[in-house]
Each structure stands twice: as C-alpha cells, then as structure tokens.
C-alpha cells in the first residue's frame, strides 16, 4: 500500500521559515517527479513546487520564487519544501504528490498526479 505521509507544518510568524517532508512508503519514487501543492480555504489546490527524478530540474510557482526551495533524498524516498521569508499568504494546507508516469517533464497540473499525501497545515500570523 502506498502512502505518502506529510510533516513540519505548524503556526509560524510572517518572515519566518518552516521545513515540509514528505515520506513515502509502499514502493520507491526514485524514478518519478515528486511535487507539493497547497490549498487555502476557499480556493482550488495549486501547484508550489516539483522536481525530476534526479533532482536537477525543479519548477516552482511564481509566487514561492526565492524564497520555496524543493529537494529530495532518493535514498530516503522523501522530498523536502523549504519555505523562508513566509507570508499570511502562504497560509493553506501542503500536499506532496507523484507523477509516476514522468521521470523528467514537470507538469504544473494537479490531473497529473497520482499519488497524494493527507496534508500538512501551515499558517503564518501577521
């Protein structure tokens, strides 16, 4: 059974930084593109960050440029989100997901996923 199992969000101040991880278990991703998505209240999920299999492309959302950075431990079978400079903005719950089907192409859509965690909450206070 495949699980991805999300962690680190929390309450955070504005300007702050947190460290989102996503585990996976059930079967190894070393081969896919693994993503996270957020989703505020209210609004449709959307896409933050993915990376390749290698880790040697990445694509991150407009909005988190410069201050998301997404990594992956292949050996852990686990991506990371480091979220600095942190806005009331960012506030929404964090999904990690895999595009099994791609090893290199980082699609932005949510339809393209396979695999999702639960969710982890971030909230940032003004």
């Known amino acids: 059974q495949v699980q991805l199992v999300e962690s680190g969000g929390e309450l955070v101040q504005a300007g702050g930084s947190l460290r989102l991880s996503c585990a996976a278990s059930?079967?190894?991703?070393?081969?896919?593109?693994m993503g996270w998505f957020r989703q505020a209240p209210g609004k449709e999920r959307e896409f933050v960050a993915a990376i390749n299999w290698r880790g040697g492309m990445t694509s991150d959302a407009d909005s988190v440029k410069g201050r998301f950075t997404i990594s992956r431990d292949n050996s852990k079978n686990t991506v990371y989100l480091q979220m600095n400079s942190l806005k009331p903005e960012d506030t929404a719950v964090y999904y990690c997901?895999?595009?099994?089907?791609?090893?290199?192409?980082?699609?932005?859509?949510?339809?393209?996923?396979?695999?999702w965690g639960q969710g982890t909450q971030v909230t940032v206070s003004s």
């Open positions: 997901a895999v595009d099994i089907d791609s090893r290199y192409y980082i699609d932005r859509r949510t339809s393209e996923y396979d695999y």
């Open positions: 059930g079967r190894t991703f070393s081969s896919a593109v």
